[in-house]
Structure formats: C-alpha cells, structure tokens
C-alpha cells in the first residue's frame, strides 16, 4: 500500500474497533433481548427514555440508534425529529423498532427519515442483518465524504478542506480570543528535483514530505493540507508563536531525514522545505485573507533567505485592521 493509500485507510477507520449502537426503549426486557442480539458484534449503549437518548446522541454520537416508538414522555418520532433538525445529529441512520407496525406507522417514521422499520417481537437474525445493512451504507457514505476532501497524490486534506478549516478556526479564534497559527511549507527548488529525477520520483518526494509533517503535528486539530503544487498548509488551533517555532523546526529536521539522497545527490543538495509562519493573537484584527497573505510573505522571505529557513510573524491585537 502506498502511502496515500495508507493514511486514507488509516483516516477511515474511523469507529476505532467495533461499531457503537444506541439502544433506545422503555422496557427493560426489550433492551436486554436486543442487547443480547448485537453485543457479539457491537459496542451497546442503552437508553430508557427519548430525553436521555438526545443526551446520548449528542454527548457520544453512535453509529447507528435503535428507537422504540411508543415511550412514555418523549417518544420514538419526536427523537428522530429532534436528531434530524440538528445538524450534528442529522446524519445519525435510525431504525425504528415497534410494536405498532401497521403502514401508517411506518410510512411515517420514514417520512421522518428513519431508515429502516422492525416489528416487535424482534426476530434476532432479522436485526442483525438489517443492522448490518444500515452500517454498511453508513460507513460507504462517511468514506465518500472524506474522500472528497482528500488529495489524491499525497494522502493530506486538499485545499478544499482546509479553505472550510481556516475559516471555521478563524471564526472560532475571533470569539475566543485563543491564539491561531498557519505555517506554509514549500519544497526548496522542486522544479530541478522533478526535471532531474522524473515526475514519479518527486511525487514519491511530496508523499513522503506529507507523511513527514503528518508525524509531527499529532492533535487530532491540526490540518495538513496540499495547498498547491508543491506547498503544503498546516494549520494548528490554540498554538502559541513559540510552540508553532517549535513544530516548525521540527519539520525541517524531519524532512531532511525520511527523504532519502538519490545517489549523484551531495549533501549539499538534500530535499529541504521552507517554511513561512503566522500566529494571530488576541483575535488581532485582521482577515483571515490577510492573516493567509501574511504567511506568504513569511514564506517568500524564507525562499529567499537559502534554502530550508524559517520565517515567522505575530499578529497581536495592536495590529492595524487590513484596509
Ligand atoms: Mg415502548
């Protein structure tokens, strides 16, 4: 496997071993009868009324929740209603258990969005291979969505990705006031690797540089992105100037190191990136256009310094808003 292909395997493996289930019905009885269906198979939560699945669905997202219809209280429809107008729960594959199961019932509870309708009493292996189903798909679909928010070549976020980040994290930084850094990495004379070593060798060149900074940024926050040809973008939340020095320098030394001298390579003339670097402070005052601008001004001072240099900015809030 290679390595886009690795960390594309790596990043859908999303479930982390066993698919979890939420388990919502008011009597016991029929919580340990499908407990004992699906607990071979999957991690069961459980739940005994609408109110504390919502809490559930909210607090610990499962992959799939299992909801009787009639409850007292909050019953079965309001909860699929409730999840599906909330955006962080809307996605959420529900199936409908009950005792109900004229037409009319479940016409609705799938009008509602529900994706599949049990009757009760449960049959075990009816359960457990519509349960199966369900995930299937679920699973298919989340690959998709990641997928499309991948670059192909090197393995990292594309740069649709990390446009829908920078603005997320920027808008997050402006109510919170915590500290955001960008570094924007660019591989020192690339065209000369490519024209003297071939288009599969500097694509092998780009992986590894992605694998590379991959390794050192480790919070599941941290966006590495292919930004453009040879650039890459790291985007890292709450990361202090000096961490973001840090993790920078560490970058360099890491590169250096995974990509391999060609053999008429001197020492002299090892792969190297450059680096530009950005911290906004205190929400300054500025766009995140500007704040973008500013890490590519940092950049081109680095290319300009030599090769494998680093070049950093503070935005604080003294900074005059961009005109
Ligand atoms: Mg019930």
């Known amino acids: 496997m290679n390595a886009a292909a690795s960390h594309t395997a790596a990043l859908l493996d999303s479930t982390h071993g066993k698919p ?11 919580l340990q009868l499908l407990m004992h269906t699906l607990s071979a198979d999957y991690q069961v939560y459980m739940a005994t009324s609408g109110e504390q699945a919502l809490a559930l669905c909210r607090s610990d997202p499962p992959d799939l929740v299992l909801l009787d219809v009639l409850m007292p209280g909050m019953d079965g429809f309001t909860v699929c209603k409730a999840l599906k107008a909330d955006p962080q729960t809307a996605a959420l594959p529900i199936i409908f258990v009950t005792a109900r199961s004229d037409p009319g019932q479940e016409t609705h509870g799938l009008s509602l969005g529900a994706v599949d309708f049990i009757a009760k009493p449960i049959n075990p292996a009816v359960v457990k291979a519509r349960v199966h189903t369900q995930l299937t798909l679920k699973f298919q679909a989340d690959m998709l ?3 499309v928010l991948l670059d192909g070549l090197s393995g ?4 649709r990705y990390f446009d829908q980040q920078l603005a997320s994290e920027w ?7 915590r500290s955001l850094s960008l570094i924007l990495v660019d591989v020192d004379h690339f065209e000369a690797y490519n024209t003297r070593y071939g288009h599969q060798a500097g694509d092998d060149c780009l992986r590894t540089i992605a694998l590379a900074l991959k390794e050192v940024l480790r919070r599941p926050a941290d966006v590495v992105a292919r930004f453009a040809g040879e650039e890459f973008a790291c985007l890292l939340p709450d990361t202090s100037p000096a961490h973001a020095r840090k993790l920078a320098n560490h970058m360099e ?6 990509v391999g001298l060609k053999p008429d390579q001197s020492a002299g003339r090892q792969v190297t990136i450059s680096l530009g670097l950005v911290t906004r402070l205190q929400a300054a005052p500025v766009t995140w256009e500007a704040f973008l601008q500013a890490a590519s001004e940092q950049l081109q001072h680095a290319k300009k310094a030599g090769t494998g240099q680093i070049r950093a900015l503070q935005l604080d809030g003294a900074t005059q808003p961009a005109t």
Not at 156 to 159: A, I, K, L, P
Not at 171 to 177: E, N, P, Y
Not at 253 to 258: A, H, K, Y
């Open 20 to 30: 979890k289930l939420l388990v919502v019905d008011d009597q016991p009885v029929h």
């Open 145 to 147: 969505k990641k997928l």
């Open 156 to 159: 990292v976020f594309n740069r």
């Open 171 to 177: 808008a997050r930084s402006t109510r919170s006031g």
């Open 253 to 258: 030394q890491r590169v250096r190191e995974l």
